[in-house]
């Protein structure tokens, strides 16, 4: 090619990116939906890719820019551009409680869109009347009397964890383990939530199986598609490696779910006709919500095959990767406060005493410091630090109009850090969760679970679970910081979990 010739190519080009360029100026000063969006106060962007770039560095990085950087310099609802796609972050209650107690905005954001492979239409992503139906479907799956029925599994799960943490104890020197107390707690919930939904034991405490490895990986896979925008497109990602590695977890995990609602859809036929003894399968009465689903499902006029699967598919990955980082950072905020951890040792021994009962829904009553000490991890580490809705149609939020087509993001992580709420909210002071200490402040300042019609459907589910595990771990163990471990590194992997685990020395009362 000549000189000339590329000259004029080159002219061309520029011609192309001045037209362009003109063209977006002229198309985002005068199209209602950006004049509306451009009101709202927030980083400024780059034509076409918006703030892409300010935001891709590590997960910890997404945690700090999206939820302390940016709230800082802008307040409590800002706006930035994903590629052309608006996202407008909120951490102000007042408006989160416009939201949320709203029953129109209740569609989910399009970040959920990356599970609807492996959840489909469940009730966490579904929305509309289908959403609606299963809500009303489901709730009676946590009643106060089946709660009830789930704290022995809660207290077995618990044993178990008990047994291979003395284990660990005795194999180091002095009786103090230095270990990583996230992998340990991860595996209990999963059983835990196993059982209670399936009606079936995984042992993932105790054995080895590609059910338990495949729901451990897929949660990783899941971020590192996040983390690459190009991957968010699900095209491309199918002709990746990860792609492939996405699809061959799949397989296992809907695999292991079909084949045991089979069984037991079976075991249910089976118990109608032969009237067996329930105790004989060693699940006494419990009532697993996969029990209820068969039951309501009407041989599939109401409920098909695969809707009971997305269901069950559901409660397994919102019930264990929220409980597990909930106890990874009660336990890690017990040994950073020894004095909060002796207060909990002391209302326990006032509790049970010597006894090694097992814990029951009638101790709640007596263990109250322990309540604020939970609640209090949820504030400064929220399981869920943020999610999203979609904006379906125009909404007035504040002094701003925020469109049709935006997402909205709820940085429930910048709201709980609020020094306006939460005086000096980087330390731990369970207090702040005393009755009186409570009076006054606003309703929506502190939503771990959110708020309003889609709520946490397992809000009481996790709480018992999680004082059953973490009074029985603490009656028997304490907990401190190794010396030379490095505080943890916070990050948002769907739950908040610490990119260098949870590293602490345990030893045996
Ligand atoms: C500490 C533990 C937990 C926390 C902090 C938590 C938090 C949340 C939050 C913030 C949401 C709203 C998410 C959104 O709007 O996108 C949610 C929804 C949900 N959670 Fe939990 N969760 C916990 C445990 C559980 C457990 C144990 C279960 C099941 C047994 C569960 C089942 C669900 C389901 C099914 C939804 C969707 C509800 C709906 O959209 O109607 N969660 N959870």
Redesign the pocket.
């Known amino acids: 090619m000549s000189f000339s010739s590329l000259l004029l190519v080159f002219y061309y080009i520029g011609l192309l990116v001045i037209l362009l360029w003109t063209g977006w100026w002229i198309y985002i000063r005068t199209s209602r939906f950006h004049i509306a969006v451009n009101r709202i106060p927030g980083p400024k962007g780059l034509p076409f890719i918006g703030n892409t770039f300010q935001i891709a560095g590590g997960l910890e990085d997404l945690l700090h820019i999206f939820q302390e950087k940016w709230p800082q310099q802008y307040g409590g609802i800002y706006r930035l551009f994903i590629g052309s796609h608006c996202y407008v972050p909120i951490s102000s209650p007042e408006i989160m409680e416009t939201i949320l107690s709203s029953q129109k905005t209740i569609d989910?954001g399009l970040s959920y869109d990356q599970l609807l492979p492996w959840l489909g239409q469940g009730?966490?992503i579904s929305s509309g009347d289908l959403?609606r139906s299963r809500?009303k479907m489901l709730t009676p799956a946590f009643h106060f009397s089946i709660l009830d029925s789930f704290v022995e599994i809660f207290n077995e799960q618990s044993r178990i964890l008990c047994g291979i943490l003395d284990n660990l104890c005795a194999s180091f020197a002095e009786g103090k383990a230095e270990i990583d107390v996230y992998p340990y707690l991860t595996r209990c919930s999963l059983d835990i939530?196993c059982e209670a939904?399936m009606g079936t034991k995984i042992n993932a405490q105790t054995e080895d199986s590609d059910y338990v490895d495949a729901i451990y990986r897929i949660g990783k896979l899941l971020i590192e598609q996040f983390q690459n925008p190009f991957m968010r497109n699900p095209t491309i990602f199918s002709f990746t490696a990860l792609g492939r590695e996405h699809d061959r977890l799949l397989k296992i995990l809907h695999g292991f779910t079909e084949s045991v609602i089979r069984n037991r859809r079976k075991f249910l036929d089976q118990q109608v006709n032969d009237k067996s003894d329930p105790v004989e399968t060693g699940i006494r009465n419990r009532l697993p919500l996969l029990d209820l689903l068969l039951k309501v499902s009407d041989d599939g006029k109401v409920l098909s095959s695969q809707d009971i699967r997305n269901e069950i598919d559901?409660?397994m990955f919102?019930?264990h990767d929220?409980?597990s980082?909930?106890l990874g950072w009660f336990l890690y905020s017990m040994a950073a406060n020894p004095d909060c951890q002796e207060k909990v040792w002391n209302e326990l021994q006032s509790t049970f005493g010597d006894s090694d009962r097992y814990f029951k829904q009638d101790d709640v009553s007596n263990l109250k410091y322990l309540e604020c000490c939970i609640k209090e991890t949820?504030r400064m580490y929220?399981?869920?630090p943020g999610?999203?809705r979609t904006v379906v149609e125009d909404i007035q939020l504040g002094d701003y109009l925020v469109p049709a087509g935006c997402t909205l993001g709820f940085l429930?992580f910048a709201a709980h850090r609020n020094p306006k709420f939460f005086p000096y909210p980087l330390v731990f002071n369970p207090e702040r969760f005393f009755p009186d200490e409570a009076i006054g402040r606003h309703p929506y300042a502190y939503v771990?679970?959110?708020a309003g019609p889609?709520?946490?459907?397992?809000?009481r589910?996790?709480l018992l679970?999680?004082k059953t595990v973490l009074s029985t771990l603490l009656r028997r163990f304490k907990f401190e910081i190794a010396h030379n471990a490095k505080p943890p590194v916070l990050s948002n992997q769907l739950t908040l979990k610490s990119v260098n685990g949870i590293n602490l020395l345990v030893s045996r009362r």
């Open positions: 989910k009730l966490l959403w809500r939530i939904a559901t409660f919102e019930g929220t409980t980082s909930l949820l929220p399981s869920v999610f999203e429930v771990p679970f959110s889609r709520n946490c459907i397992g809000q589910f996790a679970e999680s």
